[in-house]
């Protein structure tokens, strides 16, 4: 009874990964569990902010406990994480943990945050805190722009690499909310609620003023980092999935 801890980044495609996980018959998906503790601590403001501290824990432990106690209501409880959430320096619970770190290019990153959150600071965007928490405990890494050149063995060799079958089920989902999404998913998941499965942006180009220029470029060593581990869909391995 794995829990499976997803530590992304911002602005990625978490939220599709969630998505495809709660379409498995095996697995409990929780949905950003210290988002409301991450913005309790540091006061930021969130679209949606009092809404989202009203409507979950705050408090750390309790958080951690709740996650734990999930197991055995599900197979697998996939837990949807952003690394700059995590933060306190006491994090053994993730010892207990598969831990899964899903990574981005930081340039795409800022410009995407930009849109919803006027100047993203280094520490908003998520790569510094994801390759600390690598040194600190390593897993499985995904780079997600590897993943939308080829979802479906990107897919098939994370569920190998985590132990866990591959299902057919994840490649697709219904439009719309899932009942697992936090309260916040009315200002964020927009494309993902439009979505039926992994289909890559349009991307436009996004000029990045000086200042989110050399935001995206102080990131780039630290994605670099992971994205030496991260699982290539061209090194991708066919295995057999389960229907």
């Known amino acids: 009874m794995p829990i499976i801890n997803l530590i992304s980044s911002p602005r990625n495609i978490s939220t599709a990964i969630m998505y495809s996980f709660a379409s498995r018959p095996d697995t409990l998906v929780m949905d950003?569990?210290?988002?409301?503790?991450?913005?309790?601590?540091?006061?930021?403001?969130?679209?949606?902010?009092?809404?989202?501290?009203?409507?979950?824990?705050?408090?750390?432990?309790?958080?951690?406990k709740n996650i734990n106690d999930q197991k055995g209501k599900?197979?697998?409880?996939?837990?949807?994480?952003?690394?700059?959430?995590?933060?306190?320096?006491?994090?053994?619970?993730?010892?207990?943990?598969?831990?899964?770190?899903?990574i981005r290019d930081p340039k795409q990153i800022v410009a995407s945050f930009s849109q919803v959150i006027d100047m993203p600071l280094l520490k908003d965007i998520g790569s510094q805190q994801q390759a600390a928490l690598f040194r600190r405990a390593p897993g499985i890494v995904v780079d997600s722009n590897e993943l939308l050149k080829d979802p479906n063995l990107v897919l098939l060799e994370m569920c190998s690499r985590l132990g866990i079958p591959f299902y057919d089920q994840m490649m697709q989902w219904q439009s719309g909310p899932i009942k697992e999404d936090g309260v916040w998913s009315k200002y964020w998941y927009k494309n993902v609620h439009a979505s039926t499965g992994f289909k890559a942006q349009n991307k436009k180009k996004r000029e990045l003023n000086k200042e989110l220029a050399d935001v995206a470029g102080r990131a780039l060593p630290y994605f670099n980092e992971l994205f030496k581990h991260a699982i290539k869909a061209d090194h991708a391995t066919k295995i057999q999935p389960k229907k």
Request: hydrophobic content about 40%.
């Open 74 to 102: 599900a197979d697998i409880i996939f837990v949807k994480n952003m690394a700059h959430h995590l933060l306190k320096d006491n994090l053994s619970f993730m010892d207990g943990w598969i831990n899964l770190y899903l």
């Open 32 to 64: 950003e569990p210290f988002y409301g503790y991450y913005l309790d601590q540091t006061g930021l403001d969130h679209p949606g902010r009092d809404e989202i501290l009203e409507s979950m824990d705050c408090n750390w432990e309790t958080i951690v």
